[in-house]
């Protein structure tokens, strides 16, 4: 027997939100790592959690692919914690 479906919506209680995204968060990584290895593609995941802590995968020099993508992103695509990350600055 399967799990039940899981209904998308906000989490109002900040600690059971906080392992929910950290479990998400780890599972995501999991899977661009595996995409990048077995498809032999590059990939990139940068995420922000609710705090504005940045979590970032490259499967290839963060350097490189951000100048191949990023750099053409216009300014209204980047979020508010990407301006204030120094990276972006």
Not at 23 to 29: A, E, I, S
Not at 34 to 57: N, Q
Request: positive net charge; proline residues 2%.
């Amino acid at each position: 027997m399967g799990r039940g479906k899981v209904e998308i919506r906000r989490i109002e209680n900040k600690t059971t939100r906080q392992v929910t995204f950290t479990k998400r968060r780890n599972g995501l990584l999991k899977k661009a790592y595996e995409l990048s290895l077995l498809c032999d593609a590059e990939v990139a995941l940068v995420i922000f959690s609710g705090g504005g802590r940045l979590f970032e995968f490259s499967s290839s020099s963060w350097y490189i692919w951000s100048n191949k993508t990023l750099i053409f992103l216009p300014s209204v695509q980047l979020t508010k914690n990407m301006r204030k990350h120094p990276y972006f600055a």
